[in-house]
């Protein structure tokens, strides 16, 4: 006889998680450790480039090699993420010795731990365990979370239900896939939004914006189609906590561009795209921000047209606008800017290849929000002085805008640079240059 799970809700702040893997499961895992504050060890030869850009920026510790006993010192949960049934037994096996709480993606089954199908409304969490079924779980979440949206929009008077903290459970048809183009896993239930699974007919491409990092910033329509995927392709500036929420079944495909750093090739995800979608499959391409704010969803848009694979586009909330209002910071105030004017920083002033005229943007009176930026800042500074704008100029730097680590630096356009190294501040960041990072100063 199966006896029924204990709920309980774990308090993990400050305390020791170790994840054993590095691939798309804990790609999907870690957000949800890290926003209730548990101290990760991440123990994996490599990282996905979501995960890898995670560590760099010190949201998590990384131990680059297989897992050895001694990093169960001092943890209180367990999470093994790795498709290898000996090598997770063994870990779990060991847990068990140090009676220390173990979740396993392969095998539910022999776990000591069960992540339910989780959904949030403000200090509200309700946690569903299906009796063994994730399906069944994220059934009756979806029921709660949709009623629960239902209860606050007439309280309200909003439609807009609260879809971003939501996760999927653990259990018997999860898929680890690698990330490359020929593991498709589809929906077994044969069903994608619409798209044909079968018979032939292809699929279909959504091109979905995330918005700028806070997970109840996707719309609406992009959280449902979200939910509707049967492949997800995500960068990394996407929302964890969005990612976590997905079906266990949904192949998760991490396309994620570090700055300067490990980058897929943009053929390589067009060519993902239009596999996946020939085979069949619903693919959503989840992107931070907007799809085509420097987001180069153009170019997947054309290359899935060529192919014959319709797509759908929805726009998300750009961090050019997004990140400076969560500063505080307005892009155009009355009597302070009557313009503003978005650029990309990714390549210096002076490169043969920049299509920016800064120059021109020196002249202008206007705000200036440079996306991309902090590897040149100093080079965009100088220009940017050099052509006329005044070096007393204020300047501000938001990084990781509309999230729990987000840090927000006032300076001048002449000290914005040094002023970043010194605090250390890191991408992604937006850049913001004019009066109006000042304008709701007292």
Not at 64 to 86: M, N
Not at 166 to 180: I, K, M, N, W
Not at 291 to 299: C, D, I, L, Q, S
Not at 335 to 342: L, P, S, Y
Request: net charge neutral.
């Amino acid at each position: 006889m199966t006896s029924n799970p204990y709920p309980l809700g774990l308090r993990l702040h400050g305390r020791r998680v170790v994840v054993v893997g590095g691939g798309a499961v804990a790609t999907r895992r870690v957000p949800a450790l890290l926003d209730a504050g548990a101290d990760v060890l991440l123990v994996a030869p490599e990282l996905t480039p979501a995960l890898r850009a995670r560590a760099d920026a010190g949201r998590l510790h990384w131990v680059p090699r297989r897992f050895a006993p001694e990093d169960l010192d001092g943890a209180w949960l367990v999470q093994v993420a790795i498709d290898d049934p000996i090598a997770a037994a063994s870990v779990s096996a060991l847990a068990a010795e140090r009676r220390i709480f173990c979740v396993r993606a392969d095998d539910r089954s022999a776990a000591t731990a069960w992540t339910p199908a989780v959904t949030r409304h403000g200090p509200v969490t309700v946690a569903v365990l299906g009796g063994g079924d994730p399906r069944r779980a994220m059934t009756v979440r979806d029921a709660i979370r949709d009623l629960l949206a239902a209860r606050l929009s007439s309280v309200a008077a909003t439609p807009t239900p609260d879809r971003s903290a939501t996760s999927t459970p653990d259990g018997p048809g999860a898929v680890l896939t690698p990330d490359r183009p020929g593991a498709a896993a589809l929906n077994p239930d044969g069903v994608g939004a619409g798209a044909a699974t079968g018979g032939g007919r292809i699929g279909r491409v959504a091109l979905v914006g995330s918005g700028p990092g806070d997970p109840e910033l996707i719309t609406v329509r992009g959280w449902r189609l979200l939910t509707e995927a049967d492949v997800v392709v995500a960068d990394r500036l996407v929302p964890g906590l969005l990612l976590d929420e997905l079906r266990p079944d949904v192949e998760l495909v991490d396309a994620s561009k570090i700055p300067y750093g490990p980058s897929r090739a943009q053929e390589e995800i067009n060519e993902i795209l239009v596999d996946r979608a020939l085979a069949g499959a619903f693919v959503v391409r989840l992107k931070g921000g907007d799809p085509y704010v420097f987001g180069r969803g153009g170019e997947e848009l054309l290359a899935c047209a060529a192919a014959g694979v319709p797509v759908t586009v929805v726009p998300g909330v750009t961090s050019s606008i997004a990140a400076p209002a969560a500063a505080g910071i307005p892009v155009t105030h009355r009597g302070v800017a009557h313009e503003f004017t978005v650029v990309s920083g990714h390549l210096a002033p002076d490169a043969p290849a920049s299509l920016v005229r800064w120059d021109a943007l020196a002249g202008l009176r206007g705000t200036l929000v440079i996306l991309m930026g902090l590897k040149n800042l100093a080079a965009i500074s100088r220009t940017l002085i050099a052509h006329g704008r005044p070096p007393q100029t204020p300047a501000a730097v938001v990084q990781e805008a509309t999230t729990g680590a987000q840090r927000v630096l006032r300076s001048t356009l002449d000290a914005v640079a040094a002023d970043v190294l010194a605090a250390d501040l890191r991408p992604p960041a937006v850049v913001v240059v004019g009066d109006v990072v000042h304008a709701l100063d007292g």
